[in-house]
């Protein structure tokens, strides 16, 4: 790689992430400031200071202001983008109209701010000028979003407006959802005027929370967090075979947990990591798939996600630990399984790794330090936890005063052990020796870096009978002003323990990193502030026409009600999606659009699907666009280090990522995987199931397990893997899962029903826009004892036997079965909506028991290519 390679990757950044304009120093220093301003007014609004100033002055808008975020943050992510990418190639000036879109753009997201008590006192009654601003603000967001993300998202969100405007036009349209369409009017004030559509939840998480976590991480990889991820990554694997690979794999899952985009985590690491991997032997375009593959599965890690994590809380209602829980294990499976390809790959090309000065550490001490590593994080955490009770009945609710102290002085502690090693600086992976560092002073070298990661997964997670969990807005705060006193101070703190004399360069070099981590983190959230904008059209048109009715049908219809089917479309729309759209905006319109169709189908097949495991499964697939050629951007900023053809690369990358596609179906089939309903040691039993399934998997993806593997021995072990995932499968074809009951047989079983066992209610009733007659599966699970009629009527649900059929009536508002019944099927039709019958589980022997047929075929694969392999595994 040579200098020129590396600027075309990171002008790629440039241009797809942060903005490409070189407009001469004027607007250089006005891009500047208005980032470092809107990064301060996000933790202005974050922190506690618009209270304490409103009480202290009086002034309510101290207070308001917070109210009305999300109107200044889409100001600045308009402005932004306008200023800081060209459209019509004025790559190096700022002409008039861009100057005029900026000032049209700022007045009409501040005008709902001006004017907002009197637009409260006319909710839907909008004036002219509400609607002359409303037409001004969505036309600049539009021009906004194809500046900074390219066309795909504004033809998008254009159809949807074609939509709510024309679609009461169109008789199919309003047989299937009865929408009569809206005015000019009517819809400019439900996409700009309320909270309905732009300004949503899409864009309030923004606000909230992604922005923090964006910034949080800019800031640490400003101070040198980032490149210590990497060279510790090194340190620990490069000297292994395929070492700087399996690096690349293991720094980008670091530095993926807090950066939300997939390009710029591919330069960040691939910088280093691509031209090592050639250097060992992996061809351009494998050194640079294996960092796509890489970075853009960094999405997948908690806690950022690609923002998506936080998004998920609001859309699925769940607490953002819940969400963090069902991430957790299929990141790491992934990760791990991309280590083994990795390793697979290079078995096959007879690779080595870097030569590494002092010990050589093998496969077995990197698996105990890591896991040493994770223990004593945990040991750590209990012993604050127990010396925070312990204070607790002498400081009620102030333990956090003396909890600082010890944080304090363990930063402290770091800084005086990291000041007795050199800094860890950023190698040239492009000199004539490259060796691995060591270990040791790597990771002390740096390991101060690790206290604010400490800091924010301790307000996420940690909670106890005195310590509330914070929310996700809260911790990233504190996290993000703990890694601004890391910033800051790091530098001059390690040069006094030195006895350095430059103490005020330090410091200078310091304020530097804080600066620009401010000046970085606003300009990453340029393309995620309008991205979510824009989403928030589709969304807004699906609250005001119905349009999800659409496609639902159009979908269903395609595939006749198979589920199978149905995931594969909704795959392959979240795949082509993704190609032109970042993975918040792609999850955002496909989550929006089909997660309540896959929902339905499956349960009018039977199958009941948890939400969370319907996003999860959207939200992979976006991920896997960014490495899907012929637009993965992902793979053309590798292919611009690596040297080497991007459509090759995103192919070879794709390849890699085949055992990321495999997981979301996995877990819509079998939800232990998102660790639903699962206690500890069955999780640990499901983890390491679970992995090696996968690892068979991917050896079967590269043909190669101990030996090159035949045919017939794929096969083999694509059955392992298949019983590994689904063991329940094979019992289903021996055992009965459920028994049946229908007419009074039915009620009989929901009466003799355990109290928190669950049965299967299966309800026939005519569709509400259509009367055909339809079915759907719920759940049902008493809360006491009774008979079945108290039983049903504590949920809500009202049952008259009548002739062997048990009549249902619409269930009451607010009651559980409200929505998933009311809202779809009609209880007042000629045929009559009923209890059709009720599936009770069977007692029957464990499925884990399948376990150990598949784990023998394995033993016997393994057997049998021992003889041919010709070289050792590690």
Same mark, same amino acid.
């Given at each position: 790689?040579?200098?020129?390679?590396?600027?075309?990757?990171?002008?790629?950044?440039?241009?797809?992430? *942060?903005?490409?304009?070189?407009?001469?120093?004027?607007?250089?220093?006005?891009?500047?400031?208005?980032?470092?301003?809107?990064?301060?007014?996000?933790?202005?609004?974050?922190?506690?200071?618009?209270?304490?100033?409103?009480?202290?002055?009086?002034?309510?808008?101290?207070?308001?202001?917070?109210?009305?975020?999300?109107?200044?943050?889409?100001?600045?992510?308009?402005?932004?983008?306008?200023?800081?990418?060209?459209?019509?190639?004025?790559?190096?000036?700022?002409?008039?109209?861009?100057?005029?879109?900026?000032?049209?753009?700022?007045?009409?997201?501040?005008?709902?701010?001006?004017?907002?008590?009197?637009?409260?006192?006319?909710?839907?009654?909008?004036?002219?000028?509400?609607?002359?601003?409303?037409?001004?603000?969505?036309?600049?967001?539009?021009?906004?979003?194809?500046?900074?993300?390219?066309?795909?998202?504004?033809?998008?969100?254009?159809?949807?407006?074609?939509?709510?405007?024309?679609?009461?036009?169109?008789?199919?349209?309003? +047989?299937?959802?009865?929408?009569?369409?809206?005015?000019?009017?009517?819809?400019?004030?439900?996409?700009?005027?309320?909270?309905?559509?732009?300004?949503?939840?899409?864009?309030?998480?923004?606000?909230?929370?992604?922005?923090?976590?964006?910034?949080?991480?800019?800031?640490?990889?400003?101070?040198?967090?980032?490149?210590?991820?990497?060279?510790?990554?090194?340190?620990?694997?490069? /000297?292994?075979?395929?070492?700087?690979?399996?690096?690349?794999?293991?720094?980008?899952?670091?530095?993926?947990?807090?950066?939300?985009?997939?390009?710029?985590?591919?330069?960040?690491?691939?910088?280093?990591?691509?031209?090592?991997?050639?250097?060992?032997?992996?061809?351009?375009?494998?050194?640079?798939?294996?960092?796509?593959?890489?970075?853009?599965?960094?999405?997948?890690?908690?806690?950022?996600?690609?923002?998506?994590?936080?998004?998920?809380?609001?859309?699925?209602?769940?607490?953002?630990?819940?969400?963090?829980?069902?991430?957790?294990?299929?990141?790491?499976?992934?990760?791990?399984?991309?280590?083994?390809?990795?390793?697979?790959?290079?078995?096959?090309?007879?690779?080595?790794?870097?030569?590494?000065?002092?010990?050589?550490?093998?496969?077995?001490?990197? @698996?105990?330090?890591?896991?040493?590593?994770?223990?004593?994080?945990?040991?750590?955490?209990?012993?604050?936890?127990?010396?925070?009770?312990?204070?607790?009945?002498?400081?009620?609710?102030?333990?956090?005063?003396?909890?600082?102290?010890?944080?304090?002085?363990?930063?402290?502690?770091?800084?005086?052990?990291?000041?007795?090693?050199?800094?860890?600086?950023?190698?040239?992976?492009?000199?004539?020796?490259?060796?691995?560092?060591?270990?040791?002073?790597?990771?002390?070298?740096?390991?101060?870096?690790?206290?604010?990661?400490?800091?924010?997964?301790?307000?996420?997670?940690?909670?106890?009978?005195?310590?509330? $969990?914070? +929310?996700?807005?809260?911790?990233?705060?504190?996290?993000?002003?703990?890694?601004?006193?890391?910033?800051?101070?790091?530098?001059?703190?390690?040069?006094?323990?030195?006895?350095?004399?430059?103490?005020?360069?330090?410091?200078?070099?310091?304020?530097?990193?804080?600066?620009?981590?401010?000046?970085?983190?606003? $300009?990453?959230?340029?393309?995620?502030?309008?991205?979510?904008?824009?989403?928030?059209?589709?969304?807004?048109?699906? +609250?005001?026409?119905?349009?999800?009715?659409?496609?639902?049908?159009?979908?269903?219809?395609? +595939?006749?009600?198979?589920?199978?089917?149905?995931?594969?479309?909704?795959?392959?729309?979240?795949?082509?999606?993704?190609?032109?759209?970042?993975?918040?905006?792609?999850?955002?319109?496909?989550?929006?659009?089909?997660?309540?169709?896959?929902?339905?189908?499956?349960?009018?097949?039977?199958?009941?699907?948890?939400?969370?495991?319907?996003?999860?499964?959207?939200?992979?697939?976006?991920?896997?666009?960014?490495?899907?050629?012929?637009?993965? @951007?992902?793979?053309?900023?590798?292919?611009?280090?690596?040297?080497?053809?991007?459509?090759?690369?995103?192919?070879?990358?794709?390849?890699?990522?085949?055992?990321?596609?495999?997981?979301?179906?996995?877990?819509?089939?079998?939800?232990?995987?998102?660790?639903?309903?699962?206690?500890?040691?069955?999780?640990?039993?499901?983890?390491?199931?679970?992995?090696?399934?996968?690892?068979?998997?991917?050896?079967?993806?590269?043909?190669?397990?101990?030996?090159? *593997?035949?045919?017939?021995?794929?096969?083999?072990?694509?059955?392992?893997?298949?019983?590994?995932?689904?063991?329940?499968?094979?019992?289903?074809?021996?055992?009965?899962?459920?028994?049946?009951?229908?007419?009074?047989?039915?009620? *009989? /079983?929901?009466?003799?029903?355990?109290?928190?066992?669950?049965?299967?209610?299966?309800?026939?009733?005519?569709?509400?826009? *259509?009367?055909?007659?339809?079915?759907?599966?719920?759940?049902?699970?008493?809360?006491?004892?009774?008979?079945?009629?108290?039983?049903?009527?504590?949920?809500? @649900?009202?049952?008259?036997?009548?002739?062997?059929?048990?009549?249902?009536?619409?269930?009451?508002?607010?009651?559980?079965?409200?929505?998933?019944?009311?809202?779809?099927?009609?209880?007042?039709?000629?045929?009559?909506?009923?209890?059709?019958?009720?599936?009770?589980?069977?007692?029957?022997?464990?499925?884990?028991?399948?376990?150990?047929?598949?784990?023998?075929?394995?033993?016997?694969?393994?057997?049998?290519?021992?003889?041919?392999?010709?070289?050792?595994?590690?």
């Amino acid at each position: 790689m040579n200098e020129a390679a590396t600027r075309s990757a990171e002008d790629m950044v440039a241009e797809a992430d *942060t903005g490409a304009r070189n407009a001469g120093e004027f607007a250089s220093r006005l891009i500047f400031g208005l980032c470092i301003a809107w990064s301060i007014f996000q933790l202005y609004i974050a922190s506690k200071l618009p209270g304490v100033l409103a009480q202290a002055t009086g002034i309510s808008m101290m207070a308001n202001i917070v109210a009305q975020a999300r109107y200044v943050h889409l100001a600045f992510a308009i402005v932004l983008a306008t200023l800081a990418f060209p459209m019509f190639g004025h790559r190096n000036r700022i002409p008039l109209y861009d100057w005029a879109l900026v000032a049209l753009g700022t007045s009409a997201c501040l005008y709902l701010i001006v004017f907002r008590f009197e637009i409260a006192d006319r909710p839907g009654l909008w004036t002219t000028t509400d609607v002359v601003m409303s037409a001004i603000g969505m036309t600049v967001l539009m021009i906004a979003v194809f500046r900074s993300l390219g066309l795909p998202l504004v033809i998008i969100g254009s159809m949807f407006l074609a939509l709510a405007f024309f679609g009461g036009y169109s008789e199919w349209v309003g +047989s299937i959802t009865n929408y009569g369409g809206a005015s000019f009017s009517k819809a400019m004030g439900h996409y700009w005027m309320q909270t309905e559509g732009v300004f949503g939840v899409a864009l309030g998480v923004s606000t909230s929370m992604i922005f923090l976590f964006v910034l949080f991480g800019a800031l640490l990889e400003k101070a040198g967090g980032g490149n210590w991820f990497i060279k510790v990554a090194i340190s620990m694997l490069g /000297a292994l075979r395929g070492g700087p690979a399996k690096a690349a794999v293991l720094s980008s899952m670091m530095t993926g947990m807090i950066s939300g985009s997939s390009i710029a985590n591919t330069v960040t690491t691939g910088t280093f990591t691509i031209p090592l991997m050639k250097r060992i032997g992996f061809s351009p375009e494998k050194a640079g798939a294996v960092e796509v593959a890489s970075s853009t599965n960094g999405q997948l890690t908690p806690p950022v996600m690609g923002a998506a994590a936080f998004l998920m809380v609001e859309y699925v209602n769940i607490p953002y630990i819940e969400v963090v829980k069902h991430a957790f294990l299929p990141a790491v499976i992934s990760y791990i399984a991309l280590l083994y390809i990795v390793h697979l790959e290079s078995l096959k090309m007879g690779l080595q790794g870097l030569k590494k000065p002092g010990r050589h550490i093998g496969v077995l001490m990197i @698996l105990i330090l890591m896991i040493t590593g994770f223990l004593g994080m945990a040991v750590i955490t209990f012993l604050v936890i127990g010396f925070r009770a312990m204070l607790e009945p002498m400081m009620p609710g102030a333990t956090v005063y003396p909890a600082l102290v010890l944080l304090a002085a363990a930063y402290l502690g770091l800084l005086y052990v990291a000041a007795k090693y050199p800094d860890i600086e950023v190698d040239d992976p492009n000199a004539k020796a490259v060796t691995a560092p060591r270990l040791t002073p790597t990771f002390l070298g740096g390991a101060y870096f690790a206290l604010p990661i400490f800091v924010l997964v301790w307000n996420l997670m940690v909670r106890t009978e005195h310590l509330d $969990r914070l +929310s996700p807005a809260l911790s990233a705060f504190w996290a993000t002003v703990t890694m601004i006193l890391v910033a800051v101070t790091h530098r001059p703190i390690k040069a006094i323990f030195r006895g350095e004399s430059d103490l005020a360069n330090q410091m200078l070099a310091g304020l530097k990193e804080f600066v620009a981590g401010l000046e970085g983190g606003a $300009r990453n959230m340029i393309g995620i502030g309008v991205a979510t904008g824009a989403a928030g059209i589709i969304v807004g048109t699906i +609250s005001l026409t119905g349009a999800h009715q659409i496609i639902g049908q159009v979908i269903e219809v395609i +595939s006749g009600g198979n589920l199978i089917i149905l995931l594969i479309l909704v795959a392959v729309l979240s795949l082509v999606l993704g190609m032109g759209l970042p993975t918040t905006a792609n999850y955002i319109v496909v989550s929006s659009l089909m997660a309540p169709v896959i929902v339905s189908v499956g349960a009018q097949s039977g199958l009941i699907v948890p939400l969370i495991a319907v996003h999860m499964f959207v939200f992979y697939f976006g991920i896997l666009a960014d490495d899907t050629p012929p637009v993965g @951007l992902a793979a053309y900023a590798a292919a611009a280090i690596s040297r080497g053809d991007p459509i090759k690369t995103g192919l070879i990358g794709f390849s890699y990522d085949i055992r990321t596609a495999l997981l979301p179906f996995m877990f819509i089939f079998n939800t232990d995987l998102l660790l639903i309903d699962v206690g500890p040691l069955k999780a640990i039993m499901v983890f390491f199931i679970s992995l090696i399934a996968m690892l068979v998997f991917a050896a079967v993806t590269q043909g190669y397990f101990i030996a090159k *593997t035949r045919k017939w021995e794929a096969a083999v072990m694509m059955v392992v893997v298949f019983m590994l995932f689904r063991p329940d499968f094979f019992l289903d074809q021996w055992q009965d899962k459920y028994t049946h009951y229908t007419g009074p047989a039915a009620l *009989t /079983a929901l009466e003799e029903l355990p109290v928190g066992s669950s049965a299967r209610l299966r309800i026939s009733a005519p569709d509400f826009d *259509t009367g055909i007659v339809g079915a759907t599966t719920v759940t049902f699970s008493p809360d006491a004892e009774g008979s079945s009629e108290e039983r049903l009527r504590a949920a809500g @649900l009202t049952v008259i036997e009548n002739n062997g059929l048990l009549t249902l009536e619409e269930p009451f508002p607010g009651t559980p079965y409200f929505e998933t019944l009311a809202n779809d099927y009609d209880f007042y039709g000629d045929e009559p909506a009923q209890i059709a019958s009720v599936a009770v589980e069977n007692e029957r022997m464990a499925k884990e028991l399948f376990f150990i047929p598949a784990l023998l075929l394995l033993l016997m694969i393994v057997a049998i290519q021992r003889p041919r392999a010709t070289q050792p595994a590690f």
